[in-house]
C-alpha cells in the first residue's frame, strides 16, 4: 500500500526537508522546523503523488486515500485534545497547497476550515471572544465559496462593503460581532441562491472540497501559465498540507508577519519583515492593513521578538542560507508556518554569497554555485525606478515584445539608424525603431539607448548586436506597426511619432510611452570579491568579441583576457573614434566592391588601409599585452552596397560613376544562399589584395604599438575554411606580407596565423587543417547552421516549436542561445582530437553567441578547450560559468560518476 499522507507535530515529523518532490516545498518545510524542534502547529501532508493520481484519473482519489487522512486527522485531534466540527472544543484547520517548486499565489488555500453553526458557538465561548468567532467564520464561508465552489469574489466583497458603509465604518477591524454573524448569513444566502444547495455544515464535507480545490488549482490557467513561463517542468502536482489553526486575531497579544533572515533588497544581515497586529496571515500579505517593519514588534512583543530572532538564526544555521519565513503569535505565543530559501534581489545574491563565505557558514565553492548565470546578468542593467508609482506604469503600456537583452531605456523614438545618428550627434537620446536591423544600421544602434524591432527572435541581428553591448533591446514586438514614410508607428492603437519619447524595458519585454525615470545599478562589493574567487579556480580562460578600442577597454573592465573575435567588418562602415568621418570609409568599401579591375581596387583599399591600421592600433593598446584574435573580412559583399534605387543613385554622384554600373555589379553580386555564398575567405581566395590590406593593418599597427613599449599578440584568424589546401595559400600570403613589413621595421613580434572552424568539413578534416593553422576558433553560430540545416535568419519561424514542451519539445533549448552538445558538441570533440593529433600544442576557443552561455561554457571546459570567447558583458557570465564547470567535474569526480561528453 502507499504512503500518501505524512504527520507532523508534537515535536516529531514522518517526513522532512529533503522531500520536497513529493511533500512541497511547504511540506517539507513544516516537517524539518518540526524535526528541529520549532514551534509548528500539527498537521499532515498529502503527497503529490496523490494529486498526480487525482489529476490523471478524472478527479478521483487513490482508494486507500480516504482511511490514511482519517486516521492522521484522528492523531491530530489526539495531540490538539481537540475535535474538527466538535460542539465543545473544535479543532479548526487549514488546508494549503504547496509544490516543489514555489508558484506565488498562483495555488489555494483555505483557512479556518470546521467551523459551523455548533463549532462557532463553542470557539466564540471559549475565547471569550464572539467577535474574533464570527470573523474567522466569515472568512472561512468566504473562502470556501470563492476557492471551493468558484463563486465570484466580487459579489462577496461587495456584501462586506455595503456592510460597513451601513454601520458607517472604514476598517474590517471596527465591525462588531453582530456585524460579521450577519454577513454570514447573508453569504450562506447567496451560496443557497448561487449553488442550490446549502452551505457545508459537516466537517467532513469541508475538509474533502478543500482537498480536492487545491489539488484541482494545479490545473487552473494561471498556474498553467506560470509554470510555462517559468520553465518549471517534471512536477508532479501541488501537495495539501492540513495543518492546525493558529490564531494571529485575537487580540493585542497576537499577530502575524512575514520577515526574511536577512535583507531581500540589498543582502544586509538584518532581521527584515513586516508584522500586524491582531491580524490573520492572509492579511499580510493581501495588503489590506499597511504592516509595521519588524522592529516595531521587538517593542510590542520583546519576549516573542526574542524567540523569533533565535528562530531566524536556528533556521539559517539549519538551512544555510537565507530563509523567508511566515509566522503567527497566538496569545504570547510563537508558531511558525512557514520557510523556504527567499527570493532575492541580485545584489543581495552576490553579498549574502560572500557574507556566508565569510562567516564559514558555507565555503567559497558553494558560495560561486549559489551564483546564478541570470543574476550576473541583471547586475548590470539599468533598471526602472521601483518607486514609479504601478497604476501610472500600467496606463503607459503600449506593447509587449520579445525580451531579448534586459535593463532599461528611454529616448525618442527613431526609425532609421541615419536618423537616430543625426538625433544623437545633437545630444538626444534615442530609441531606433524598425521593422528589423541590418548590419547597414550598426551605427545607429550603436548611438542608440536601446533597440526595438517587429520582427526577429533573440538571435536576430538586433538582439546578438544589442547583447554584445549590452544594451536593452525587445524584439518581435508584432502590435507595432511602424510607417517609414510617415515617420511614425501605432501599437494597440496608439500612435506615437518620430521623436516622441518611449521607455522600452528588455527584461519583461514592455514599451511605454514617455519617460519613465531610471536608475542605474551598482556594482556591490561582494560582486568582486566573488569573481575573484571564481578567477582562482577555473581552468579556461576568457576572452571577448569587440570591434572597437571601447568594447575592448570595458571588456577588459569585465575581466576579459584578451580578444577572441575582433570582426573587421563595422570597421568599414563606423568610426568608433569620429563618428563624423565614418561615411569617409564606406564610402572606401563600396568604391573597392565596385572597382571592376584590381588597379581601381587597390587604389580603393589604400584609402581603408590608414582606418583599418588606426583601429588596431587603439584596439592593440586597450589590451596590452594580451593576445587579440582578428578575423579577416567574413560577410558576402552585397551587404556593404545600397539595395535602393535613391542610394545607387547618391554613391554613384559620389565616386563620379554611372548609376547604371552601380546597379549592374549590385545585382552582380547578389546570391541565392549567401549565408554558403561568396564570402569569408573565399574572398581573400578571389581577392587577394582583400587580404593583403588587413594584414598589413593589423602588422603596421602591432609595429606600432612595439615601438611604443605596448606589447602585442596578434592571431590573424582565417573565417569559413574547408581545406587544407585553401588555408596554405591564405597562411602564405599573410606570411608573406607580414614578415616583409616585420623584417623591414628590424624588430622582432611574434603573431598566430589561424581559422575558424565553421564548417563540417573543416571540423571533419581538422586533422589536415592543423598542419597549417597555429590555432583553432570554434564559429559555432555558423557550425550550428551547417552541422543542422537550420538557417540562423529563417529558423525563427518554426524553431520556436521544437523547443516548446507542449508542441514538439525537440529540443530543450534553442541550439543557437545554448550549444548543441549532442550534434555540434560531437563534431567539435571530433575537431579537438584530430587537431592536437597533428600539432599538440593547438590552441582552442570558441567565439560566438555560445561562449557568453553558462552550459555551453562548462562543455568548452569539458573537451579541453583553452578559452571562450563571449560579448563584454557577457565576459563575467563566462567566467563564472568556467568556475562552476570545475566545481561540477570536481563533485562528479567525487560521486566516481564522470559525465559523458557528448
Ligand atoms: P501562500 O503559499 O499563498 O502564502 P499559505 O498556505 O502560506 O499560502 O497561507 C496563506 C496565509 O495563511 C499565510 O499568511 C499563512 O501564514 C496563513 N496560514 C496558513 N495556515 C495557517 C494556520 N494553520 N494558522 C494560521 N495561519 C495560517
Ligand atoms: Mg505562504
Ligand atoms: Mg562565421
Not at 557558514?361 to 543574476?375: G, H, T
Not at 597555429?774 to 529558423?795: I, P, Y
Not at 525537440?810 to 550534434?823: C, R, T
Request: charged share 30%; aromatic share 8%.
Amino acid at each position: 500500500m502507499s504512503k500518501f499522507v505524512y504527520f507532523f507535530g508534537a515535536g516529531k515529523a514522518e517526513g522532512n526537508g529533503e522531500m520536497k518532490d513529493i511533500l512541497g516545498g511547504k511540506g517539507a518545510g513544516l516537517a524539518e522546523m518540526t524535526r528541529i524542534g520549532l514551534p509548528v502547529p500539527g498537521g499532515f501532508t498529502i503527497t503529490t503523488e496523490a494529486c498526480d493520481y487525482f489529476l490523471k484519473r478524472d478527479r478521483r482519489y487513490p482508494p486507500e486515500l480516504a482511511a490514511q487522512v482519517s486516521a492522521n486527522l484522528k492523531r491530530l485531534e489526539r495531540v490538539t485534545g481537540k475535535k474538527l466540527g466538535d460542539a465543545r472544543d473544535p479543532l479548526l484547520v487549514s488546508v494549503r497547497s504547496g509544490s516543489a517548486r514555489s508558484m506565488p499565489g498562483m495555488m489555494e488555500t483555505i483557512l479556518n476550515l470546521g467551523l459551523n453553526e455548533k463549532s462557532v458557538e463553542a470557539l466564540a465561548r471559549n475565547t471569550k471572544n464572539e467577535r474574533f468567532a464570527y470573523d474567522a467564520y466569515r472568512r472561512f464561508v468566504q473562502m470556501y465559496s470563492t476557492v471551493v465552489i468558484g463563486l465570484p469574489k466580487e459579489e462577496l466583497e461587495d456584501k462586506l462593503r455595503s456592510l460597513k458603509s451601513r454601520l458607517g465604518i472604514k476598517l474590517d477591524t471596527e465591525v462588531p460581532a453582530d456585524g460579521w454573524r450577519g454577513l454570514v448569513t447573508e453569504y450562506k444566502a447567496h451560496f443557497r441562491k448561487a449553488t442550490g444547495k446549502d452551505f457545508p455544515e459537516d466537517p467532513n464535507e469541508q475538509l474533502w472540497g478543500a482537498i480536492g480545490a487545491v489539488f484541482t488549482s494545479w490545473m487552473a490557467e494561471k498556474a498553467v501559465t506560470y509554470r510555462r513561463v517559468e520553465k518549471i517542468t517534471g512536477l508532479l502536482g501541488t501537495a495539501v498540507n492540513v495543518m492546525q489553526m493558529v490564531f494571529g486575531n485575537t487580540g493585542d497579544a497576537s499577530g502575524t508577519g512575514v520577515c526574511f533572515t536577512r535583507d531581500p533588497s540589498s543582502g544586509e544581515k538584518e532581521f527584515y519583515g513586516d508584522f500586524l497586529l491582531n491580524a490573520q496571515g492572509e492579511d499580510v500579505v493581501a495588503g489590506i492593513r499597511t504592516p509595521m517593519p519588524l522592529k516595531e514588534m521587538a517593542k510590542r512583543m520583546p519576549r516573542v521578538y526574542k524567540q523569533l530572532e533565535r528562530v531566524r538564526g536556528i533556521l539559517e544555521r539549519h538551512y544555510r542560507d537565507m530563509q523567508d519565513m511566515e509566522f503567527t503569535v497566538e496569545e504570547g505565543t510563537l508558531y511558525m508556518l512557514q520557510t523556504r530559501v527567499g527570493k532575492r534581489a541580485p545584489t543581495a545574491s552576490f553579498k549574502i554569497a560572500v557574507d556566508m563565505a565569510n562567516e564559514k557558514l558555507i565555503s567559497k565553492n558553494e558560495a560561486l554555485l549559489r551564483i546564478k548565470s541570470e543574476d550576473i546578468e541583471r547586475l548590470f542593467y539599468p533598471v526602472i525606478d521601483a518607486s514609479f508609482p504601478r497604476a501610472e506604469l500600467d496606463k503607459r503600456k503600449i506593447a509587449q515584445g520579445i525580451n531579448a537583452v534586459p535593463g532599461a531605456a528611454s529616448g525618442a523614438a527613431i526609425f532609421t539608424a541615419e536618423e537616430a545618428e543625426a538625433w544623437a550627434a545633437r545630444g538626444e537620446k534615442v530609441i531606433l525603431v524598425r521593422r528589423e536591423t541590418s548590419p547597414e544600421d550598426v551605427g545607429g544602434m550603436f548611438v542608440a539607448q536601446g533597440i526595438l524591432t517587429a520582427t526577429g527572435g533573440k538571435t536576430s541581428h538586433a538582439a546578438v548586436v544589442a547583447r554584445g553591448w549590452g544594451k536593452c533591446c525587445i524584439v518581435g514586438c508584432e502590435k507595432l506597426d511602424i510607417d517609414y514614410d510617415r515617420k511614425q508607428m501605432t501599437a494597440n492603437g496608439r500612435l506615437i511619432k518620430q521623436g516622441q519619447w518611449i521607455t522600452i524595458e528588455g527584461g519583461d519585454g514592455l514599451v511605454f510611452e514617455g519617460k519613465i525615470p531610471l536608475v542605474d545599478p551598482t556594482l556591490p562589493p561582494a560582486y568582486f570579491t566573488l569573481m575573484k574567487w571564481a578567477d582562482q579556480i577555473r581552468r579556461l580562460r576568457v576572452r571577448t568579441n569587440a570591434d572597437t578600442p571601447q568594447d575592448s577597454r570595458k571588456a577588459r573592465e569585465m575581466g576579459a583576457e584578451g580578444i577572441g573575435l575582433c570582426r573587421t567588418e563595422h570597421m568599414f562602415f563606423k568610426d568608433f573614434e569620429h563618428p563624423e568621418r565614418s561615411h569617409e570609409r564606406q564610402l572606401a568599401i563600396q568604391e573597392m566592391i565596385l572597382a571592376d579591375n584590381h588597379e581601381a581596387r587597390g587604389k580603393a583599399l589604400a584609402k581603408l588601409l590608414p582606418f583599418q591600421r588606426r583601429d588596431f592600433t587603439g584596439i592593440f593598446k586597450a589590451m596590452d599585452g594580451c593576445p587579440v584574435t582578428i578575423r579577416l573580412l567574413d560577410p558576402p559583399l552585397h551587404e556593404f552596397v545600397p539595395h535602393e534605387r535613391a542610394k545607387q543613385e547618391e554613391l554613384a554622384k559620389k565616386i563620379g560613376i554611372d548609376v547604371e554600373t552601380v546597379a549592374r555589379r549590385v545585382e552582380q553580386l547578389r546570391e541565392a544562399n549567401p549565408m554558403l555564398g561568396h564570402r569569408g575567405c573565399r574572398l581573400s581566395i578571389t581577392y587577394p589584395e582583400i587580404l593583403e590590406m588587413q594584414v598589413r593593418a593589423i602588422i603596421e599597427a602591432a609595429v606600432e604599438c612595439q615601438k611604443q613599449k605596448v606589447k602585442v599578440l596578434p592571431e590573424i584568424m582565417h573565417p569559413l575554411t574547408l581545406d587544407r589546401r585553401e588555408l596554405r595559400i591564405l597562411e602564405q600570403g599573410t606570411r608573406r606580407v607580414a614578415d616583409e613589413i616585420i623584417k623591414r621595421a628590424g624588430i622582432k613580434l611574434d603573431y598566430l596565423v589561424g581559422t575558424m572552424i565553421e564548417l563540417p568539413r573543416a571540423a571533419l578534416l581538422a586533422d589536415q587543417i592543423a598542419e597549417v593553422a597555429e590555432f583553432f576558433s570554434f564559429g559555432t553560430n555558423d557550425l550550428t547552421q551547417t552541422v543542422m540545416g537550420l538557417s540562423r535568419d529563417d529558423a525563427g519561424r518554426f524553431l520556436p516549436d521544437y523547443v516548446d514542451e507542449k508542441k514538439a519539445g525537440i529540443f530543450s533549448a534553442d541550439p543557437f542561445q545554448s550549444l548543441d552538445v549532442a550534434g555540434v558538441g560531437m563534431l567539435m570533440k571530433w575537431a579537438i582530437e584530430k587537431g592536437r593529433s597533428t600539432r599538440s600544442k593547438l590552441k582552442i576557443g570558441i567565439c560566438g553567441e555560445h561562449g557568453g552561455d553558462s552550459e555551453s561554457v562548462k562543455f568548452c571546459h569539458r573537451v579541453g578547450m583553452d578559452y571562450v570567447s563571449a560579448s563584454p558583458y557577457r565576459v563575467p557570465i563566462a567566467r563564472l560559468a568556467a568556475a562552476h564547470a570545475v566545481l561540477e567535474e570536481k563533485e562528479e569526480k567525487r560521486r566516481g560518476a564522470p559525465r559523458r561528453m557528448g
